[in-house]
């Protein structure tokens, strides 16, 4: 009966160790959180970062070119509005326009017009065309692709009439620019052309408005400012295309000039504007790729955009095969890790076993077990065997030391009382001699000793705590007497005291070092008429305190140390705990505490400090009081 009911106690103690997990199942488990999720989590975000970083890169560099080419664009257009400008300012043509217009001498004024024109058109390259409309009507042209003196190609296929130009033109005081559209056949090839047109501007009559000028240019001049911002490899272009538009939505320029002059995107709804133009590249073939990307600056004077489509394609194919290569260095690196974790915990936890068997035995009395290390077993788990071999000892040496505290701590107690009894001990033995002096009638020598006990009292009261300043005068009143009976009232002493800075509080025995210092080093060497000053007064946020002697003075060079903050020479060091003093004060007030010498050799010595206004301190207004 009895080894049945232990059976079934064994076989339920048997299910519950079951039911928990092992050291060893604990120990894969936490390798595989502290070393395989974070190896998967650093490949991830590397991925991300180089991708990033990439996309960055590409987009820079995108922008750059574009930018680039914009500035080129720029730069070549304008050198034909200052041509334009040359023209329409120029007096000869303005003369003869004038001439046309007032029909004077026409024929042979349009004849030397047109004359003129054509050497302009020379003059550059990609000028197919210049024609001047007057504001009745005339016209007079050259145009190269044209033999025909009488009609303009280009006007007629551009839809608007001469005085619908005119009208447009001239009611504007800049360049206006006309978008390319389809001007004429020429030697079997098509032309393609944009206008510049400005009225032309007689400086002599600003306001007459006679006639305009418009400036023909060949389209292949924006195609090759284009061409520059794209990838070109035996003609064709790679990954990239860059067009112009204007502000309708019609191609002012474009790799296949059979399609300048189309209109290509809707420009009343913007958020769809850069799929429109991927839609267009890629619906008639010039790119193919799944992935791009659209670039885009507006020239504001022209009303032109410059679009720069980038096929993106074979950078993401490029990201995504280096995507399958981490995953698969990421499977890789997780199988050798599991493996390596299966080892490494198998030799751990038999390294335990041997630890947790000696722990038994202990538990069971053998207080003497020891746990044998070997080669076999890690460096931390040998570790734990000798902590384990030496616990007994190291807890003996552990109660040695807990005893040899607490005898220090009562020590310290001790100490601590016999430091509390030490100043009542000094305050009665003066208040005993004071009671001495009064019955020999030696009344100096009491008030005299009444003087040091206050101070003690000030002093030794929580000594960095803060006072009211009429309670630290009254103090520096006492600390003064004294000094002046210990030099037999050799020096004079002047004190000042706004009535309204009384309230205000400072720190305790702030000023007494550098009182100190002007008496015993300002009037050393000095053997009459010493005087000490000491004035108090409020300024607008801060308690002005200038403590000036007529003492000997301090050379330049000590003065200048001490401003400073620097206290390595032995003359500034003899002057008594000046440093420290300053040091409090900065540590107390921070910026707004300021400390300023002002001293000259035999002229006596003048310090000047400031610090800010304080009301109320609560609970540290600290106050000496009787012991």
């Given at each position: 009966?009895?080894?049945?009911?232990?059976?079934?106690?064994?076989?339920?103690?048997?299910?519950?160790?079951?039911?928990?997990?092992?050291?060893?199942?604990?120990?894969?488990?936490?390798?595989?959180?502290?070393?395989?999720?974070?190896?998967?989590?650093?490949?991830?975000?590397?991925?991300?970062?180089?991708?990033?970083?990439?996309?960055?890169?590409?987009?820079?560099?995108?922008?750059?070119?574009?930018?680039?080419?914009?500035?080129?664009?720029?730069?070549?257009?304008?050198?034909?509005?200052?041509?334009?400008?040359?023209?329409?300012?120029?007096?000869?043509?303005?003369?003869?326009?004038?001439?046309?217009?007032?029909?004077?001498?026409?024929?042979?004024?349009?004849?030397?017009?047109?004359?003129?024109?054509?050497?302009?058109?020379?003059?550059?390259?990609?000028?197919?065309?210049?024609?001047?409309?007057?504001?009745?009507?005339?016209?007079?042209?050259?145009?190269?692709?044209?033999?025909?003196?009488?009609?303009?190609?280009?006007?007629?296929?551009?839809?608007?009439?001469?005085?619908?130009?005119?009208?447009?033109?001239?009611?504007?005081?800049?360049?206006?620019?006309?978008?390319?559209?389809?001007?004429?056949?020429?030697?079997?090839?098509?032309?393609?052309?944009?206008?510049?047109?400005?009225?032309?501007?007689?400086?002599?009559?600003?306001?007459?408005?006679?006639?305009?000028?418009?400036?023909?240019?060949?389209?292949?001049?924006?195609?090759?400012?284009?061409?520059?911002?794209?990838?070109?490899?035996?003609?064709?272009?790679?990954?990239?295309?860059?067009?112009?538009?204007?502000?309708?939505?019609?191609?002012?320029?474009?790799?296949?000039?059979?399609?300048?002059?189309?209109?290509?995107?809707?420009?009343?709804?913007?958020?769809?504007?850069?799929?429109?133009?991927?839609?267009?590249?890629?619906?008639?073939?010039?790119?193919?790729?799944?992935?791009?990307?659209?670039?885009?600056?507006?020239?504001?004077?022209?009303?032109?955009?410059?679009?720069?489509?980038?096929?993106?394609?074979?950078?993401?194919?490029?990201?995504?095969?280096?995507?399958?290569?981490?995953?698969?260095?990421?499977?890789?690196?997780?199988?050798?890790?599991?493996?390596?974790?299966?080892?490494?915990?198998?030799?751990?936890?038999?390294?335990?076993?041997?630890?947790?068997?000696?722990?038994?035995?202990?538990?069971?009395?053998?207080?003497?077990?020891?746990?044998?290390?070997?080669?076999?077993?890690?460096?931390?788990?040998?570790?734990?065997?000798?902590q384990f071999n030496h616990m007994i000892t190291e807890l003996g040496e552990s109660i040695e030391k807990e005893k040899a505290a607490i005898?220090?701590?009562?020590?310290?107690?001790?100490?601590?009382?016999?430091?509390?009894?030490?100043?009542?001990?000094?305050?009665?033995?003066?208040?005993?001699?004071?009671?001495?002096?009064?019955?020999?009638?030696?009344?100096?020598?009491?008030?005299?000793?009444?003087?040091?006990?206050?101070?003690?009292?000030?002093?030794?009261?929580?000594?960095?705590?803060?006072?009211?300043?009429?309670?630290?005068?009254?103090?520096?009143?006492?600390?003064?007497?004294?000094?002046?009976?210990?030099?037999?009232?050799?020096?004079?002493?002047?004190?000042?005291?706004?009535?309204?800075?009384?309230?205000?509080?400072?720190?305790?025995?702030?000023?007494?070092?550098?009182?100190?210092?002007?008496?015993?080093?300002?009037?050393?060497?000095?053997?009459?008429?010493?005087?000490?000053?000491?004035?108090?007064?409020?300024?607008?946020?801060?308690?002005?305190?200038?403590?000036?002697?007529?003492?000997?003075?301090?050379?330049?060079?000590?003065?200048?140390q001490i401003n400073k903050g620097t206290d390595g020479s032995e003359e500034v060091n003899s002057h008594i705990g000046i440093s420290n003093?300053?040091?409090?004060?900065?540590?107390?007030?921070?910026?707004?505490?300021?400390?300023?010498?002002?001293?000259?050799?035999?002229?006596?010595?003048?310090?000047?400090?400031?610090?800010?206004?304080?009301?109320?301190?609560?609970?540290?207004?600290?106050?000496?009081?009787?012991?």
């Amino acid at each position: 009966m009895g080894a049945s009911y232990s059976n079934v106690r064994q076989k339920e103690k048997m299910r519950k160790i079951r039911r928990k997990r092992s050291f060893k199942y604990q120990l894969i488990v936490s390798f595989c959180m502290i070393s395989i999720i974070p190896i998967v989590a650093i490949n991830l975000f590397s991925y991300y970062n180089i991708t990033t970083i990439v996309q960055n890169n590409v987009d820079e560099l995108n922008v750059t070119n574009l930018s680039q080419t914009k500035n080129y664009y720029d730069v070549v257009l304008s050198s034909y509005e200052d041509l334009l400008y040359q023209m329409y300012t120029d007096d000869y043509i303005v003369e003869l326009v004038d001439k046309i217009v007032k029909r004077e001498d026409v024929a042979v004024s349009r004849n030397q017009l047109r004359r003129t024109l054509r050497g302009i058109a020379n003059v550059k390259p990609y000028i197919q065309c210049i024609t001047v409309i007057t504001d009745r009507g005339d016209i007079v042209f050259y145009d190269k692709l044209a033999t025909s003196t009488t009609n303009i190609k280009w006007m007629e296929n551009y839809g608007v009439t001469s005085m619908e130009l005119y009208d447009t033109v001239s009611a504007m005081n800049q360049t206006d620019f006309l978008s390319t559209k389809y001007a004429a056949e020429f030697n079997s090839q098509s032309y393609y052309l944009f206008h510049m047109a400005h009225r032309i501007v007689d400086y002599k009559k600003i306001n007459k408005k006679n006639g305009i000028i418009i400036l023909s240019i060949d389209e292949q001049l924006l195609n090759e400012i284009c061409s520059r911002n794209q990838g070109i490899n035996n003609g064709e272009d790679l990954n990239n295309l860059t067009l112009i538009t204007d502000n309708n939505g019609y191609l002012v320029s474009f790799k296949d000039s059979k399609r300048v002059g189309n209109k290509i995107i809707d420009t009343t709804i913007e958020d769809q504007q850069n799929q429109e133009y991927k839609n267009f590249v890629r619906t008639n073939g010039f790119l193919t790729g799944r992935f791009m990307k659209v670039y885009r600056i507006y020239d504001e004077s022209r009303k032109w955009s410059i679009i720069n489509i980038s096929d993106q394609s074979n950078i993401i194919g490029q990201m995504t095969n280096q995507q399958k290569l981490i995953i698969m260095v990421i499977v890789l690196s997780v199988f050798l890790l599991i493996i390596i974790i299966i080892f490494v915990t198998n030799h751990l936890t038999s390294s335990i076993g041997q630890i947790v068997k000696a722990m038994k035995a202990v538990e069971n009395g053998k207080l003497t077990t020891q746990v044998k290390a070997g080669n076999h077993m890690p460096v931390e788990v040998e570790i734990i065997a000798d902590q384990f071999n030496h616990m007994i000892t190291e807890l003996g040496e552990s109660i040695e030391k807990e005893k040899a505290a607490i005898k220090g701590q009562r020590q310290a107690e001790i100490t601590a009382l016999e430091a509390q009894i030490n100043p009542h001990f000094i305050y009665n033995t003066l208040d005993t001699i004071n009671w001495l002096a009064i019955d020999k009638e030696q009344y100096e020598i009491s008030n005299a000793i009444n003087s040091l006990a206050k101070i003690l009292r000030y002093g030794v009261d929580k000594s960095n705590g803060v006072v009211e300043i009429r309670k630290e005068v009254d103090w520096l009143k006492q600390y003064v007497f004294l000094q002046q009976t210990r030099f037999k009232d050799s020096f004079q002493f002047l004190l000042q005291v706004e009535p309204n800075v009384q309230e205000f509080f400072i720190h305790k025995l702030l000023l007494q070092p550098f009182v100190e210092n002007a008496i015993l080093h300002g009037f050393d060497g000095r053997k009459e008429n010493h005087i000490l000053e000491i004035m108090i007064s409020e300024e607008s946020d801060t308690i002005r305190i200038m403590i000036t002697d007529n003492g000997k003075g301090m050379s330049e060079k000590v003065v200048k140390q001490i401003n400073k903050g620097t206290d390595g020479s032995e003359e500034v060091n003899s002057h008594i705990g000046i440093s420290n003093a300053i040091g409090r004060i900065r540590m107390y007030y921070g910026a707004a505490g300021l400390v300023k010498f002002i001293s000259k050799s035999g002229e006596g010595t003048s310090i000047i400090i400031n610090i800010p206004k304080v009301i109320g301190i609560g609970g540290n207004n600290n106050e000496s009081g009787n012991s």
